[in-house]
């Protein structure tokens, strides 16, 4: 891909590019928790977005995308969101960096990646990190490794119109090979948590649902959990998320008030504790317990939160009582992509036979796997 990737750029503006990347994540549990500042524990994964890149004399910015074999071009003091999706994802990086920094000046850029998009695999958040990564280096801008997360984050705010919190990014960022990340959205203090899946593998199951829907009903969730928030702030004015509140507050406050919104939150504060419960598990080797933490969050996501959808319930589902398998649930936002699988490493075959066939003659659609393997965050690629 690098190969072809700088053949395309050299052949489209006749320079050398430097080249950068960034992968795409999974989540091992800790759903929509980071924007109520709770936790979260993604993984970086072999899967990364590409970009070539070079300077240019004039303001211009010429962006290439090999994937949908189109060109765009804008000027650098005319920045704004435009009608083709993919260009937004780079465009709304420079636009949060010209608003702290004149270094900027005209660039071109060729994106190429392998992240499937769509999946809940955090493709977007991976570009979006793979050009901050790209332009901090370019222009010497001196930005630090969560800045860069941040900018990010806040490109996907305005330009692609998701009030999404800060996992993905970071997760981007910041990946470890053979480690998933806890990470206190609160604090934003972090550590690397060796995962050592002891025979079993992180297979994705994608459904391969376009999730049109998603972003509307996502922005509405975070609506109803700053709405618990202001209920309960209402008798305890020092909550300022849900990380701060408390089961007994949700009962005395915000059940009565609004049952629906009540539902949601008390998802996000179970959320919180499952997490840690798991991340408990995995560290002490206990595939078992963790598995267990995997289905409830997906119960949750599914019938409190209400961001699931038939195909992802009938894929985990499908699971629940295979041996193999140690846990399952939904991944990222919901309404489709991916479910992330914990799966014993010899039985994968036989369960990839079994499952495709069923969802097609279910569920009436193509079921696409990846095995994922954990990776570095956002790099340089040398050579
Ligand atoms: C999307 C968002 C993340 C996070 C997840 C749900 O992936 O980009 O910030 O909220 O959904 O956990």
Not at 86 to 97: Q, S, T
Not at 158 to 175: K, T
């Amino acid at each position: 891909m690098i190969v072809q990737l700088k053949k395309k750029f050299t052949a489209l503006f006749n320079t050398e590019p430097l080249v950068f990347q960034s992968p795409g994540r999974v989540n091992i549990i800790g759903e929509h928790t980071d924007y109520n500042k709770g936790f979260v524990l993604p993984a970086a994964i072999d899967k990364a977005s590409y970009v070539a890149i070079s300077k240019r004399e004039d303001e211009q910015v010429i962006l290439y995308s090999s994937l949908f074999n189109k060109q765009v071009a804008c000027d650098l003091n005319n920045i704004k969101p435009m009608q083709e999706g993919w260009p937004n994802y780079i465009l709304g990086v420079v636009n949060e960096l010209r608003k702290s920094t004149p270094k900027l000046t005209g660039f071109n850029l060729v994106l190429d990646g392998d992240v499937p998009m769509g999946a809940g695999l955090s493709s977007s958040a991976s570009v979006e990190c793979a050009v901050a990564f790209g332009l901090n280096h370019l222009f010497e801008l001196n930005l630090s490794p969560i800045e860069m997360a941040l900018v990010s984050q806040k490109a996907e705010h305005n330009f692609a119109g998701v009030m999404c919190g800060i996992m993905d990014q970071f997760a981007s960022v910041f990946g470890k090979k053979d480690h998933a990340i806890q990470l206190d959205c609160r604090s934003m203090a972090y550590d690397y948590i060796p995962l050592d899946l002891k025979g079993y593998k992180i297979l994705l199951l994608n459904t391969n649902v376009e999730h049109a829907l998603a972003s509307t009903e996502y922005n509405i969730r975070r609506q109803q959990c700053e709405q618990g928030v202001e209920i309960v702030r209402n008798h305890q004015e020092n909550v300022e998320s849900l990380r701060d509140v408390t089961m007994q507050m949700l009962d005395s406050y915000v059940k009565e008030w609004d049952d629906e919104v009540y539902t949601k939150c008390k998802y996000v504060v179970e959320e919180n504790d499952r997490l840690l419960a798991a991340v408990h598990a995995l560290q002490n080797g206990d595939l078992v317990t963790l598995g267990k933490k995997m289905f409830a969050s997906h119960d949750g996501l599914s019938n409190m939160y209400k961001v699931s959808c038939p195909e992802l319930d009938y894929l985990v589902e499908y699971v629940r009582s295979n041996s193999a398998v140690a846990g399952a649930r939904m991944m990222g936002g919901g309404f489709g992509g991916c479910t992330i699988n914990l799966v014993k490493e010899e039985s994968i075959e036989e369960l990839l036979a079994i499952i495709c066939t069923d969802y097609q003659k279910n569920m009436g659609r193509d079921l696409s796997f990846y095995i994922a393997e954990t990776a570095n965050g956002s790099s340089e690629v040398l050579g």
